[in-house]
């Protein structure tokens, strides 16, 4: 037990450490501003990637044709469906927020998805980069769909998160 205390310890000082404002969801009054410090952290990355996305789309447009639209337009749909509950969630009236004791399981849950939605962002961000690198049509391809499952994964995980909010 104690290595499985140990490893969301570190988890959490990771997050602490990369995410300004992150704390610790066993106190009642720091849930609120953590999720709201997590989301906030996720949509800088996400917005980054939104704004420069038709811009990339365009360039590469030009470069291949309109074999890519479609692959863009799945990335495009998918980062906006990311957005809309890191803006909106869903769980904010959840009685997990005000809870004086929650089961720790869901704490290592709960840390456990932040740190897979840090992770998995920065990656996104990252491969997002590599776009306009890309001299070759059929890698664009493989990038952008590659994208896509990243924020498809995005999706489920950011999902699962909301269902501890909502379940606890």
Request: aromatic letters at 10%; proline letters at 4%; one cysteine or more.
């Amino acid at each position: 037990m104690g290595d499985f205390d140990h490893s969301e310890e570190s988890t959490q000082n990771e997050l602490s450490k990369a995410i300004k404002g992150y704390q610790d969801y066993s106190i009642p009054e720091q849930r609120d501003k953590t999720d709201q410090n997590l989301r906030n952290f996720l949509k800088t990355k996400l917005d980054f990637i939104n704004q420069l996305l038709p811009e990339i789309q365009k360039r590469t447009q030009q470069l291949f044709g309109h074999n890519v639209v479609d692959a863009f337009k799945r990335v495009d749909s998918g980062v906006k469906l990311l957005l809309e509950p890191l803006q909106n969630p869903c769980y904010s009236d959840q009685p997990f927020f005000k809870k004086a004791n929650l089961r720790p399981e869901n704490l290592t849950q709960l840390y456990d998805h932040d740190f897979q939605l840090k992770e998995q962002v920065e990656i996104l961000e990252d491969e997002f980069k590599q776009l306009e690198t890309i001299k070759d049509e059929s890698e664009l391809l493989e990038i952008l769909n590659h994208l896509y499952d990243l924020t498809d994964g995005l999706n489920q995980t950011l999902t699962e998160r909301e269902f501890l909010f909502m379940g606890d």
